[in-house]
């Protein structure tokens, strides 16, 4: 039975490298009925000694597990292995997804935490991710039916308005995000390749919009097409080398913000599993912007035509990464770091 998390909902969100471990595994500590997870890769012996603790104290875990991630070789029949040995059932996704991309977590019934990161030490130590854990009622409920209805085979019905499940409802609703902005949109890119996406991004630099985008270095002939067609149409790009940007965060004028698992590929929104959260919450709103402002500051000018030339704008390493603002999760009330001034705009 779903246990009651907090008397009112909230959404929190973590961003890594620098909440680390502690936002996942403290929820995962707490649960007291159930632990459900789906999740691209998992590796992390941190995280994976907390689901053991939780299987060990009566907990039932349960795990659906992506069956051959891409670039990992031979699969994941080891980690299965190894997570079975646990007690933890697990199951590989739906053969029906392209990739079983998804990455959440429901605790209780009562939390979900919704996020773009692999449970691997990477994303955790050193790659730019975001994550939110929320204690809405109608999300977690609608979150823990894509986990039955993947766990058991079946079909999904009702999604809950704010979740953005692959490939049910996701195209509609990224289109839509892109066509409401009327200031500004921000976005974190791994990679890039959906023809609408990019239209919607170039439409709105059109009608005034200014669009931003942090990258990580094209790795690719595609990815100097794909940036380029977006250079051309007036969007601001800039590539990261400070950090590996595995972050899937859409920020559209300062009102909204979409965060989980969709990348802005056609296989991402028509062929996956995937699942996004939108979050109006104001701090962590402003917690998005200030880190996307961050990575901004400290990222390389992006010329197409320069193919990965040296240029770039001169920022100080030292500009602080905003954090001075008290942040709730789930059942595990924390407050992210004090006294780091706002990053400059």
Request: hydrophobic content about 45%; charged content about 25%.
């Amino acid at each position: 039975m779903p246990i009651d998390s907090q008397a009112h909902e909230i959404d929190g969100l973590y961003v890594l490298p620098e909440d680390g471990r502690a936002p996942v595994i403290q929820e995962i500590d707490a649960a007291r009925c159930s632990v459900d997870v789906s999740i691209y890769m998992i590796t992390d012996d941190q995280v994976i000694d907390a689901l053991a603790r939780a299987q060990a104290r009566g907990v039932p875990v349960r795990m659906l597990l992506e069956a051959t991630p891409f670039g990992a070789f031979g699969g994941q029949v080891d980690t299965l292995d190894e997570i079975s040995a646990l007690g933890i059932e697990v199951k590989y996704g739906p053969d029906a997804f392209r990739f079983s991309h998804a990455k959440y977590i429901v605790v209780d019934g009562a939390v979900g935490i919704i996020t773009n990161q692999n449970l691997t030490y990477s994303s955790f130590e050193s790659n730019r991710e975001v994550g939110v854990i929320t204690t809405d009622t109608e999300v977690v409920r609608s979150l823990a039916a894509v986990f039955e209805a993947d766990w058991s085979g079946n079909s999904l019905d009702d999604i809950a308005d704010r979740l953005v499940v692959s490939p049910e409802n996701s195209r509609e609703s990224l289109v839509d995000l892109l066509a409401s902005a009327e200031q500004d949109i921000r976005l974190y890119v791994e990679v890039i390749r959906d023809d609408e996406i990019v239209a919607g991004l170039n439409d709105a630099v059109a009608r005034g919009v200014d669009v931003r985008l942090v990258v990580n270095a094209p790795n690719d002939d595609l990815d100097f097409e794909v940036l380029g067609a977006l250079a051309k149409g007036g969007v601001d790009i800039r590539v990261a080398d400070h950090i590996y940007i595995h972050a899937k965060a859409l920020l559209i004028d300062d009102d909204i913000a979409l965060i989980g698992s969709h990348n802005p590929t056609s296989t991402s929104i028509d062929d996956n599993r995937e699942v996004s959260l939108e979050v109006t919450d104001p701090v962590a709103i402003e917690r998005v912007r200030a880190i996307f402002d961050y990575d901004w500051l400290l990222s390389a000018l992006w010329y197409p035509e320069a193919r990965g030339a040296d240029e770039r704008i001169q920022n100080s390493m030292n500009i602080p990464l905003a954090l001075d603002m008290p942040m709730m999760y789930g059942y595990c009330v924390r407050t992210v770091p004090m006294g780091l001034a706002q990053v400059s705009r």
